[in-house]
């Protein structure tokens, strides 16, 4: 369908039956949600619609966090599933390599979910294809529940990856949709809050210790965002791009409440799409333009530096770390800790990133990633020689550090640039590729974190993201420009004269005396 035509179209004063239709019908399904009129300005329907379709990146945490309390169990075989009609149960017993894959598998799953999931979204729709990832979610928590072998329980892993990847794509675009542009910051910032909570959730639902009430307890998860995003109305956006403009201005009614104008919003909402819908480039043409090339290679070194800072081995095996440093807290409860360090952190980011500029936090935060992970290989080097009597406080504090200031820089800020770097005709396409590369490199991390770890010993693993880290910090300080307060074209300007010397043209004031 022609997206300049359709909406050319509907720029009359006069609409067709169907819209007309459709307007109504828009306007009965919104009155089960929150009433509207109790929010005039909109912004609260927009902070509770974010907080619901991000349910989906809770969902994800939950994922990332299962494997750290499911696979001491599976390793030690008190992992228990029920195979078959006549409810008995199969103990499932996995070597440290069987674990790495159930880990890793995740991740890849993603890698495949993550690419394709921004087309699908972009032609079936942004609500539509969130509803339906919740699908594979359960799917794979019932394979998980019920898979009689280690096959099984890597299709599942895979299956429930697929949905994590997609997520990560399709959810940002629908939040910018219906987020006005002085809360789009803290709201794009749900996606990380809502993927931490997750991942505290699974470590805490991890001390019940009953496999069958653990798979049930992450499968409600997608039941519930299913439920709770079902009443929410399809991204103006989309509608827009349909051609539907009756829907578009109801739901787009909805989320700027009874006060605003939004007419100003509608007009310009259509020029967006007109403009998008002429230059839309494919993945090929990203590839095609100087700009666009450097702006892909700082978000890919980024990336490349997130990840193989560690931070998702740590997240996924972190039961197992704790117990190889012989800790005498709880292993569980020692996770949760962590789980708490990294949801506080990234709640309080969001004030962070208004205030400290890009280049800075990211600075700070690979810094101090490589001082603790120094500072815990040094510890576990020392060890034999006991020269702590204390050995819970310093893997306990190290690691803690780790994923705070993961979380205030690391973390978010890659994901935040990819808005302020890329024009928007190509950001969608370039957030997929990014997004899947992010989970190609999660994958391979995950799964030879236990060959690096054999192969040498946790403390040079340890040392080996401690350097990586320090690496990034160079990255940073050469490749990353300043984004915070600058428009795209500045930005986007310093990539085309990033190897050039500025011109500097100097004003000479000459000052005329004039003789009466």
Not at 57 to 78: D, N, Q, R, Y
Not at 355 to 360: A, H, L
Request: aromatic residues 14%; contains cysteine; positive net charge.
């Amino acid at each position: 369908m022609d997206e300049t035509s359709n909406l050319d179209s509907e720029a009359g004063v006069s609409h067709s039956e169907d819209n007309k239709n459709g307007h109504s019908k828009v306007l009965r399904r919104l009155e089960t949600v929150p009433d509207i009129k109790r929010d005039t300005s909109g912004v609260t329907t927009q902070y509770i619609a974010t907080g619901i379709v991000n349910l989906g990146a809770f969902a994800s945490g939950v994922c990332a966090a299962w494997s750290s309390s499911a696979l001491p169990l599976m390793i030690s075989g008190e992992f228990e599933t029920q195979a078959g009609n006549n409810g008995t149960y199969t103990k499932i017993v996995i070597s440290e390599s069987e674990a790495s894959w159930v880990a890793s598998l995740l991740c890849l799953g993603a890698f495949f979910g993550a690419v394709p999931s921004g087309l699908i979204s972009e032609y079936f729709g942004r609500k539509k294809t969130l509803l339906y990832l919740a699908l594979p979610l359960v799917v794979s928590w019932i394979l998980v529940a019920s898979s009689p072998n280690v096959y099984g329980l890597y299709v599942g892993r895979f299956v429930s990856g697929v949905a994590v990847g997609a997520f990560s794509v399709a959810i940002p675009p629908y939040v910018e949709d219906i987020s006005e542009k002085h809360i789009l910051p803290a709201l794009a910032n749900f996606y990380h809050v809502h993927f931490a909570c997750g991942i505290l959730f699974g470590y805490i639902i991890g001390m019940v210790q009953s496999t069958s009430w653990l798979s049930f307890l992450c499968a409600s998860i997608p039941v519930g965002f299913f439920v709770a995003f079902l009443f929410l109305p399809e991204s103006p956006a989309y509608l827009m791009s349909q051609g539907k403009f009756g829907e578009a201005k109801a739901a787009l009614r909805y989320f700027r409440g009874i006060d605003n104008d939004i007419d100003a919003e509608i007009k310009s909402l259509k020029e967006y799409i007109r403009n998008y819908g002429k230059n839309k480039v494919t993945f090929k043409k990203l590839f095609s333009t100087r700009t666009t090339i450097k702006a892909l290679v700082v978000s890919f070194g980024l990336m490349i530096f997130q990840q193989m800072s560690g931070i998702y081995p740590i997240l996924f095996f972190a039961e197992k770390i704790f117990r190889k440093f012989s800790i005498s807290l709880n292993p569980p409860s020692a996770a949760i800790i962590l789980g708490f360090c990294l949801v506080s952190s990234t709640y309080f980011s969001t004030m962070f990133l208004k205030k400290v500029r890009r280049r800075v936090l990211l600075l700070i935060s690979f810094t101090a990633m490589a001082l603790s992970l120094g500072t815990l290989a040094m510890y576990y080097h020392l060890k034999p020689w006991n020269v702590s009597t204390n050995n819970t406080w310093v893997p306990l504090f190290t690691l803690c550090m780790f994923v705070s200031m993961y979380a205030v820089g690391v973390g978010p800020i890659p994901w935040l640039m990819l808005r302020e770097i890329f024009a928007p005709n190509v950001r969608r396409r370039a957030t997929a590729i990014t997004a899947g590369f992010h989970w190609f490199l999660a994958f391979g991390v995950t799964k030879l974190y236990h060959n690096l770890v054999q192969l040498v010993s946790p403390g040079w693993a340890l040392w080996h993201f401690a350097v990586t880290s320090l690496i990034g910090t160079i990255f940073v300080y050469f490749f990353v420009p300043e984004t915070q307060g600058r428009t795209l074209e500045e930005i986007q300007n310093e990539f085309d004269g990033i190897h050039k010397r500025k011109r500097h043209r100097h004003v000479i004031e000459v000052e005329t005396v004039v003789e009466h």
